[in-house]
Nanobody
Framework: QVQLVESGGGLVQAGGSLRLSCAASGSYFSINAMCWYRQAPGKQREVVAAITNDASSNYADSVKGRFTISRDNAKNTVYLQMNGLEPEDTAVYYC???????????????????WGKGTLVTVSS
């Protein structure tokens, strides 16, 4: 069973920094793209940043220049360094990954999408 477990959320003042981590565990062959999403109260979930397995990254316009996504393939972990945090960044942050797992049904390796349970980031003004 594949799991994604986030950590690093918390309460921080505006202008502060936090570093989120998300580690994959379980039985799988490889991890392709890894992403961070967030969902603020009363709003839809939105993508924040994404990184491929060759470290190519993309960001939402709202976090460009403030957030940095990175990954350590040896540790099966993706990070989100968040600097210059604003109250508008308050949300539950979710890790998402495309992971190659064995499918008994298909009799082959297939990519499946997995989600973590989320970690709360609260930015006070």
């Amino acid at each position: 069973q594949v799991q994604l477990v986030e950590s690093g959320g918390g309460l921080v003042q505006a202008g502060g920094s936090l570093r989120l981590s998300c580690a994959a565990s379980g039985s799988y062959f490889s991890i392709n793209a890894m992403c961070w999403y967030r969902q603020a109260p009363g709003k839809q979930r939105e993508v924040v940043a994404a990184i491929t397995n060759d470290a190519s990254s993309n960001y939402a316009d709202s976090v460009k220049g403030r957030f940095t996504i990175s990954r350590d393939n040896a540790k099966n972990t993706v990070y989100l360094q968040m600097n210059g945090l604003e109250p508008e960044d308050t949300a539950v942050y979710y890790c998402n990954a495309d992971i190659m797992v064995w499918s008994d049904y298909d009799g082959t390796w297939v990519y499946r999408e997995y989600w973590g349970k989320g970690t709360l980031v609260t930015v006070s003004s």
